[in-house]
């Protein structure tokens, strides 16, 4: 049965500082994956998305970035946060060419203070 | 532009009280409506996928329905353990990704 990966459940991180999230897939080959951004009262933001390896597509331009390094590992990094990026972050993975629903990761709390 | 509109934002339910959640949507070609369940500080966990009008779905107390314009949940006699936030996202035959909206938080007290 295919699984997803996410870590870490909650982090806490200055200002200025770096950001790298992961998510890793089981069970499944070429996968699409996503990352997600859940603020109060703004629903689910889609960031970023990826049907293939190396193959990166941005919602909304910010101060974040994405890269699919293997087929089923997807990383969400920041050189520099801000105080906005603070949110709860989501994983989420389909399978392509098929209408079934995203299977998400159990997320990530960031906290930038 | 595609969109999704959950109502209410919070409803609080006694125990055994039905009721039902709404989503209305707005989108270019439907090609599926999800309905999914987030507990705090937790991920969406999938429950229905709902992909024409007159189509239901039903898990234990929940049912779902698909209108041209509107899905429906229907929690029937719910209990405590109901309480979550429940999101519904369509997607559109233009485009492959799903499109939330802002989820309605249900509470059930005993």
């Known amino acids: 049965s295919q699984t997803i990966h996410q870590w870490p459940a909650t982090l806490v991180q200055p200002v200025g500082s770096p950001l790298s999230l992961e998510c890793t897939v089981e069970?499944?080959?070429?996968?699409?994956l996503y990352w997600y951004r859940q603020a109060a009262g703004r629903g689910l933001q889609l960031l970023f998305y990826s049907v293939g390896i190396g193959q990166i597509s941005s919602e909304v331009p910010q101060n974040l970035s994405a890269s699919r390094p293997q087929d089923r590992q997807f990383i969400l990094s920041s050189k520099k946060l801000l105080l906005s990026d603070s949110g709860f972050y989501l994983c989420a993975w389909s399978t392509g060419g098929k209408i079934y629903g995203y299977t998400f990761g159990s997320g990530t709390r960031l906290t930038v203070v | 532009e595609d969109q999704v509109t959950q109502s209410p934002e919070a409803l609080r339910l006694q125990e055994g009280e039905s009721s039902s959640l709404n989503c209305s949507y707005t989108v270019s070609g439907l090609r599926g409506l999800f309905w999914y369940r987030q507990d705090p500080g937790k991920g969406p966990e999938f429950l229905f996928t709902l992909y024409s009008a007159g189509e239901e779905k039903e898990k234990e107390r929940l049912k779902a329905t698909l209108t041209k314009k509107e899905s429906f949940l229907h929690i029937t006699a719910p209990k405590p353990e109901d309480s979550a936030t429940y999101l519904c996202?369509?997607?559109?035959?233009?485009?492959?990704?799903?499109?939330f909206g802002k989820g309605t938080k249900l509470s059930v007290k005993p």
């Open positions: 069970g499944t080959s070429n996968p699409n």
């Open positions: 996202a369509v997607q559109a035959r233009s485009q492959g990704n799903l499109i």
